[in-house]
């Protein structure tokens, strides 16, 4: 190994982001952030994906954080209204979903307007955008570990992924899910045409679709409390509301 570097070993020297020795790399200046709570999101977008950490994790150069568990500055920067502002500052990359993708760089990022409030509003704000991580996180799990039980009953231990109407479950028929597992398993018939399988599957894959439907719900509901306060922070009319709706909320 010393060999190899040694080769390199004039031009490791002139770096400047170099550790105690030429071979070394710089230590990261903000190492101690990673395991504080810390507000995240892609680099890459095309809709509002701020979340909060608290699992300690490290993340890629692919996202960015804000070491911070404001529920207030997160529930700011989820909103449609900063969105919109978004939209107007940060780079485009490309149309996906019939919606823009967006670069969400700190040189954008440090001039998204945090309106002031009342600290009764940010209290709520937060408790909005805190309480839609949660229901966020429990629908997910839920959907995976559905997806994990799909894959424990029916791919005979193949690594097969799971097609479209499978992994949307949800919004499917019990006959309509059996059609996509037999696709995505490569199995000989639709299993859900077997009688005793489909008894046991139907109570099952119906309460977990009321579940998921009851969160869906709730998450919706927050969201729409959410962006209607942050609406009156930027002091928007009603029909300024209804054109920045019309363009962001697609």
Not at 80 to 95: E, G, H, V, Y
Not at 187 to 204: F, G, I, K, Q, V
Request: overall charge negative.
């Amino acid at each position: 190994m010393f060999e190899h570097l040694n080769q390199f070993r004039d031009a490791a020297i002139r770096r400047t982001d170099q550790g105690k020795f030429w071979w070394e790399l710089r230590s990261c200046d903000y190492w101690d952030a990673f395991d504080s709570p810390k507000i995240v999101w892609p680099d890459i977008t095309n809709r509002p994906r701020f979340s909060i950490d608290r699992s300690h994790s490290l993340i890629a150069d692919t996202s960015f954080m804000v070491p911070s568990d404001d529920g207030f500055l997160l529930g700011i920067l989820a909103s449609w209204a900063t969105w919109f502002f978004i939209s107007k500052t940060a780079q485009p990359l490309r149309l996906r979903s019939d919606r823009w993708q967006y670069r969400l760089k700190a040189q954008y990022m440090q001039h998204v307007p945090i309106p002031e409030a009342a600290e009764s509003e940010r209290n709520a704000i937060s408790e909005l955008a805190l309480g839609c991580c949660a229901l966020a996180r429990e629908s997910y799990q839920g959907q995976v570990n559905f997806h994990r039980r799909l894959f424990q009953a029916f791919s005979g231990g193949h690594p097969d992924a799971l097609n479209q109407t499978a992994e949307a479950w949800w919004d499917h028929s019990l006959n309509q899910l059996g059609d996509a597992l037999k696709q995505s398993f490569k199995l000989p018939t639709n299993p859900m045409n077997n009688p005793r399988l489909a008894d046991e599957w139907e109570s099952y894959l119906q309460e977990k679709q009321k579940e998921n439907a009851r969160l869906t719900r709730a998450l919706a509901d927050a969201e729409v409390e959410l962006n209607d306060r942050v609406y009156r922070l930027f002091n928007l009319t009603p029909d300024e509301v209804k054109l920045l709706q019309k363009e962001v909320e697609h």
